[in-house]
């Protein structure tokens, strides 16, 4: 029997808040699929974490990220086809943001959420390459999706340490793993080193001079220009988060788990950690606005992966984006769509078959909230000629009620599903 793994990023939402984005959508696929599988919950890393998707991703693919893990910043660097030099560069999640230049003040983490991918990387050109004028100091920055970057920060001669703390205040570094804040002071945050090293301390200098550098350049670029002149808030500044000097050093999942897997990934963090993995892959182009045509393609790339592996790792980006927009109109849409366009021709598909399908989400992002927050993520697993729980929806409240009861951390549901699809 073979396993399609659907991730829905952000789905969750908290129910002592209202009425969540799974209860209000009309997503009858979503729902027929968990009336015919037994369901529960799950802290995708920890009761207490609120996660990031990296850290989310790697622990619900079997990997303790407290353990295993060098932080987001190297994986994003590997998806975007970076190479890291060890002991000399430091790699960052980024996000082009825009600020008040005299203050610093954050007026939007993600300049509006309308920066286009052809217009980042015009930006990105503008500041790659760039000298720091300190310790032979240099920045290399490439724009992957919308908003979102990759820098790397280095020195020709000197060794540096990527134990400092973010310029993104919304996210708090603990060790490797960073972990959404529920509230924070909005403005460009001062990286400081976190251990008494020189190479800490250097590091931290070299991304303060980045930022000041940054800030400089990117004012009076042509493209920011437009943009006011359009209405649209300015990238005029680079945030940068959850650093990491080297990649990760883990067991491949094919011998971890003794079978295949291949992934269907659309942003850099998920094809990173696929190729670290060495997950099988189908290239699939970044989300647009024809969700039918989108869902289409990642169906198909799903279906070409299933007829080679035996897991199928699916990781849908859509109602993440507008929980962090508070936009319950917008992710229950989300929620519709993919029921549409992906679930229900996949279930079509599947009929008949010895296939499995376990679907869930890497964290909670609650339009209440709009960050990612640790509360439980639903859990249904349709597994052909199994029980079943007998409920009617696929939602928090409902999974609440399975007999697979709750996991208290991400890294121990794949090893408990692949041992019940294994068992007679």
């Known amino acids: 029997m073979k396993l399609i793994y659907l991730v829905l990023d952000g789905v969750a939402d908290k129910p002592e808040d209202g009425p969540t984005s799974l209860e209000l959508a009309n997503k009858p696929f979503l729902d027929k699929v968990a009336s015919l599988s037994i369901c529960g919950l799950m802290y995708t890393v920890g009761k207490g ?55 610093r003040k954050i007026l939007d983490r993600r300049c509006g959420r ?3 991918s052809e217009e980042a990387h015009e930006l990105a050109k503008a500041v790659d390459g760039l000298e720091l004028g300190v ?43 960073s972990i959404a804040k529920s509230s924070f002071e909005p403005y460009v945050a001062e990286a400081k ?39 649209k808030m300015p990238a005029n500044v680079i945030l940068l988060r959850d650093s990491g000097g080297r990649l990760p050093r883990l067991e491949e999942i094919n011998k971890k788990f003794g079978l295949r897997f291949g992934a269907v990934a659309e942003m850099p963090v998920e ?37 080679r592996n035996d897991v199928v790792y699916v990781h849908l980006k859509g109602p993440d984006e507008p929980g962090h927009d508070g936009d319950v109109k917008r992710k229950v849409e989300s929620i519709e ?32 909230r709009k960050s990612h927050t640790d509360d439980p993520v639903p859990v249904v ?19 609440s009620r399975g007999s697979l009861g709750v996991f208290q951390h991400g890294y121990e549901l794949l090893p408990r599903i692949l041992e019940m699809i294994k068992s007679p």
């Open 135 to 177: 310790y032979d100091g240099y920045a290399r920055v490439v724009a992957t999706v919308g908003h979102r970057a990759v820098v790397i920060i280095g020195s020709k001669t000197h060794r540096v340490s990527d134990n400092v703390s973010n310029t993104d205040p919304a996210y708090e570094k603990h060790g490797y793993v």
């Open 337 to 368: 769509l993919i029921d549409r366009y992906y679930v229900g021709p996949l279930l079509e598909q599947i009929s008949g078959k010895e296939i499995a399908l376990l679907v869930t989400a890497d964290h909670a992002t609650p339009y209440t």
């Open 114 to 116: 309308n920066l286009s």
């Open 49 to 103: 974490i609120a996660p990031e998707s990296d850290a989310a991703v790697m622990s619900i693919l079997g990997y303790d990220p407290h353990k295993e893990y060098t932080g987001r910043g190297p994986v994003e660097a590997v998806g975007a086809g970076l190479e890291l030099r060890e002991g000399y560069e430091v790699a960052f999640r980024a996000n082009f943001a825009t600020i008040d230049p005299k203050t």
């Open 381 to 399: 697993l349709m597994l052909p000629r199994n029980k079943q729980d007998g409920l009617k929806r696929l939602t928090e409240k409902e999974c």
């Open 193 to 231: 080193p976190l251990d008494g090293t020189e190479e800490a301390r250097l590091m931290a200098t070299l991304v303060n001079k980045f930022t000041e550098k940054i800030i400089q350049i990117l004012k009076d670029h042509p493209i920011n220009q437009e943009r006011i002149k359009n209405g």
């Open 271 to 307: 094809i990173g950690i696929a190729r670290i993995l060495k997950m099988d892959m189908e290239s699939v182009p970044p989300p647009t606005e024809d969700k039918a045509a989108d869902y289409k393609i990642r169906l198909e790339a799903t279906m070409k992966l299933l007829e």
